[in-house]
């Protein structure tokens, strides 16, 4: 599936470091394992792939080295669709996170190795945003790509300044990760100023409250947390038009994945998807974000919107990698059945 002309208009553009994950194989812990899987990554490369794969228009930028590694991880984004004709490279390093596998008692561990990457020694003006973001709607980027250096957060500025001047409608995922943040510089000093013009926001209780000092009563449901989130977050982010949460519990051996989603000054709820195993749940947050900035673009219901994008953030758990490998036929399936262990012929 490649896209039939990467110069032409795109929905939606979106910026970050384009990682490549070597995952603990056969389950065992990194003190185990002779050997790794090799996927490629990055959150906003994963809500590409997922959004591609739908029929919409991506566009992708990031800085990667000029080299096999990263030119294997190119050409696997153009083959679902992802057109990558303003990535820049320099640099000699691609940045790498490692997995190791959890369980139903143990969960899955993260190490990441960025520092000093192609991306995170991007520095402002290496990026000619006017012509980046030319003839696009939507601009999405995430926390992470504010994360591992001054630099690549100057660089976040830069973008959401021409995306504001441009009119883009900005989707912004808040995707904090406490182990990238070594700069010197707190989260709570460098992503507020980054978020304001957001139109789109896809967050947690957690980032929310590390952000901009938001709480919420622990003792409420879900349901109550995410309507006094989202009223709160509104007077911080004034443009802010749609919020968007997943989440998940264990009941015993099973994962209950839900969303919430706060549109236009109404709230909307998924209906829990049962997920009796999970194969991998990395990536599960970036096809949720895909599915609902599909069902956006796409005009569904808010009702729709948020049904949607819980089932893409569930298809996704059962995919070894980052990406969403899914069709939109499957994903209106799961809608209508839930987990199938059923043979399609």
């Given at each position: 599936m490649m896209m039939s002309s990467v110069n032409g208009p795109v929905q939606l553009t979106a910026f970050g470091e384009f990682l490549m994950r070597l995952h603990s194989a056969g389950?065992?812990?990194?003190l185990q394992t002779q050997e790794y899987k090799v996927w490629y990554a990055g959150a906003e490369a994963n809500t590409?792939?997922?959004?591609s794969r739908l029929g919409v228009t991506t566009r992708y930028i990031t800085r990667v080295p000029d080299n096999d590694l990263a030119l294997s991880g190119i050409q696997q984004l153009q083959g679902h669709g992802v057109a990558t004709n303003h990535i820049l490279y320099g640099g000699e390093k691609l940045g790498l996170y490692f997995s190791e596998p959890g369980n139903h008692i143990r969960g899955t561990r993260v190490i990441y190795d960025r520092a000093g990457s192609s991306y995170?020694?991007?520095q402002p003006g290496m990026i000619d945003w006017k012509k980046a973001l030319h003839g696009t709607q939507y601009f999405h980027w995430s926390g992470v790509a504010a994360a591992v250096s001054q630099s690549a957060a100057?660089?976040?500025?830069e973008a959401l300044a021409v995306a504001k001047q441009n009119g883009l409608i900005i989707s912004a995922d808040f995707n904090y990760r406490s182990t990238l943040w070594k700069y010197g510089k707190k989260a709570a000093s460098i992503m507020p100023a980054l978020l304001q013009h957001s139109d789109i926001v896809v967050a947690d209780l957690d980032s929310v409250a590390l952000y901009y000092g938001i709480t919420t009563d622990t003792d409420a449901p879900l349901e109550t947390r995410f309507k006094q989130c989202a009223e709160k977050l509104q007077k911080q982010i004034p443009g802010l038009k749609t919020l968007a949460m997943s989440f998940r519990?264990?009941?015993g051996p099973v994962h209950i994945y839900t969303g919430a989603?706060?549109?236009h000054g109404k709230y909307y709820f998924s209906a829990g998807c049962q997920l009796p195993f999970i194969t991998d749940q990395i990536g599960s947050g970036d096809a949720f974000t895909g599915g609902m900035l599909y069902g956006i673009m796409n005009a569904y219901e808010p009702q729709s919107i948020?049904?949607?994008a819980t089932a893409c953030g569930a298809l996704k758990q059962s995919i070894h990698g980052d990406w969403a490998i899914i069709t939109k036929s499957e994903v209106e399936q799961f809608m209508q059945?839930?987990?199938?262990?059923?043979?399609?012929?």
């Open positions: 389950s065992q812990r990194f590409c792939v997922l959004l995170a020694e991007l100057d660089v976040c500025g519990k264990t009941e989603l706060m549109h948020i049904e949607f059945t839930g987990s199938s262990g059923r043979i399609i012929r």
